[in-house]
């Protein structure tokens, strides 16, 4: 039975989430696309303004952590600072945000737990009229403490003062933070060793950070909004991303598509690293450099994904770069698309990753062997193992080579209970199986007889399917009602995506190739 069931999974979802997004257009008044729209038959989500993650919330999260704590025990947290001048834009420390809401710099976050009650204090940096000409307002204590709820103070000369006696007689000191970890130790670190040394009283430090990311694995319905959105506005940049794709055209058009169609729609910024690969390219998994001109008859992958309000999606579709795809291309494509959806089948709540991806890698074996790329779905070669010594991996192996998916949220890899205990309501994740056939595949085996029997059988698979590379990422929510795969708007069949990209584009109606042509010269390959 197919787990996904977008209509069954809204009623829940809905009254859980007030009611935001609907498979039925007329009923909650989805907005349809305008009749001459060749987004026509694909429902857009009606979508008024989200309203904010409430205080209340972001109390109730931290009195979740405050439970872990004991009796005399103070938490100690900072957020991130603000990363040298004219660097790229402030992004808050994931689980800094998740306790706090709070997105600006260099903020520090105290919760003392006595006598069962817990006192909270946030110290924020000042308002200061000098520097907020070259950065802007700052929220200041008032401004955050109206923001937070939490009370807050400005973080001025007094504070090192302030946290001691706050510390006065703690037993525990609660950090989010391990003791160690680096050669050196970060800012944090060296300020949490200081107050231990100053406090005789601390008998121990405890870094709470696993808990928070265990509270984290159950995203609330207003952290699924969020997601939701991210992931609305990525399925966007990938229509208007397949229209646009020519042979000729540069790697970073598509690349400034996407992320123009990001920022266009209000995410502010990507939430990670867009990959946007053709050809060869499209067979490296973190590919991030986006300037090859792509030619016809080669793949692009497009992994990417919007940050919307500190949450990101992760999408990623594959096309040809001539619109049709080939034989060959289709096979690969045409296997990874079986494998992610033999996972979504089996995916629902209680079910791990683990065996998401052995289902999806049964499905790619069977597929590499039925193509002469692997002697079998089991069967394995001798790969280089740890200190020069040979050991034996799965074929498979060879051509997919990374999990099979991951949490999202505030983080693009984001704490998820699928990894251990299996999904659960409340469980955001991707599927994203793939396979990449890269052209020097076989020039790093060891040299054994096992392996040159290997190459002698597969060398002809290896060299018609070469540098072409397919992933397909979706994302997934599980809720009471079971599981929703929430990409639905980025095409994934063959049909739907070369329909798509014989679709106008608006993007390339201005085009200027001449200018395009520029970066030839100046391009370092
Ligand atoms: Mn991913």
């Known amino acids: 039975m197919r787990a996904l069931h977008r209509s069954a999974a809204l009623p829940a979802l809905a009254a859980l989430a007030g009611a935001v997004f609907s498979a039925s257009a007329a009923a909650q008044g989805a907005v349809a696309p305008p009749a001459e729209s060749p987004d026509r038959g694909w429902t857009m989500p009606a979508a008024p303004a989200p309203a904010p993650i409430s205080r209340e919330e972001f109390a109730a999260r931290r009195r979740a952590l405050a439970e872990q704590m004991e009796d005399g025990g103070v938490l100690f947290a900072m957020g991130r600072d603000e990363a040298g001048q004219g660097s790229a834009p402030f992004a808050q420390h994931s689980s800094f945000r998740y306790l706090t809401g709070y997105t600006e710099p260099s903020a520090v976050l105290v919760m003392a737990k006595r006598d069962g009650k817990v006192a909270e204090h946030l110290f924020v940096e000042p308002r200061d009229p000098s520097r907020e000409v070259w950065d802007g307002p700052r929220f200041g204590a008032q401004g955050a403490t109206l923001r937070t709820g939490i009370p807050a103070r400005e973080a001025d000369g007094m504070m090192a003062a302030a946290l001691d006696s706050l510390l006065q007689g703690a037993t525990t000191l609660y950090t989010l933070t391990p003791e160690q970890g680096r050669p050196y130790l970060s800012t944090e670190q060296q300020v949490i060793q200081g107050m231990r040394q100053r406090h005789a009283s601390i008998t121990r430090v405890v870094d709470l950070s696993p808990r928070v990311l265990a509270l984290r694995q159950t995203k609330t319905p207003a952290e699924l909004d ?294 030839r010269g100046v391009s370092p390959r």
């Open 226 to 519: 969020m997601l939701r959105r991210a992931i609305f506005i990525t399925t966007l940049a990938h229509r208007e991303a397949a229209r646009a794709v020519e042979p000729g055209m540069n790697e970073f058009e598509i690349h400034a598509l996407i992320e123009g169609t990001f920022r266009r729609y209000g995410a502010e910024r990507p939430g990670f690293g867009s990959i946007v690969g053709s050809g060869p390219n499209s067979t490296t998994l973190h590919y991030r450099s986006a300037d090859r001109y792509m030619q016809p008859g080669e793949t692009l992958v497009m992994d990417i994904g919007a940050s919307f309000n500190g949450y990101t999606a992760d999408v990623t579709r594959t096309v040809p770069v001539n619109g049709r795809f080939s034989a060959e291309q289709r096979a690969i494509y045409e296997i990874v698309l079986a494998a992610q959806k033999a996972a979504e089948t089996e995916a629902r709540a209680g079910v791990t990753m683990g065996r998401l991806n052995q289902v999806a890698t049964g499905v790619i074996g069977e597929g590499l062997a039925r193509l002469g790329l692997i002697e079998s779905a089991t069967g394995v070669y001798d790969c280089a193992g740890r200190g020069g010594k040979v050991s034996e991996c799965p074929q498979v192996s060879m051509f997919y080579m990374h999990g099979l998916g991951h949490g999202i949220g505030l983080d693009v890899h984001d704490p998820e209970a699928g990894y251990t205990r299996g999904f659960a309501p409340g469980s955001a994740f991707t599927i994203e199986p793939g396979i990449y056939v890269r052209g020097d595949v076989l020039d790093y085996l060891p040299d054994t007889p096992r392996n040159r029997a290997l190459i002698q059988r597969i060398r002809p698979a290896v060299q018609r399917y070469r540098d072409i590379g397919v992933r397909i990422e979706d994302d997934y929510f599980v809720t009471e009602a079971g599981v929703e795969r929430v990409t639905a708007g980025a095409p994934r069949e063959v049909a739907e995506i070369e329909a798509l990209m014989a679709q106008e584009s608006f993007w390339n109606r201005e085009r200027r190739p001449e200018v395009v042509e520029w970066y």
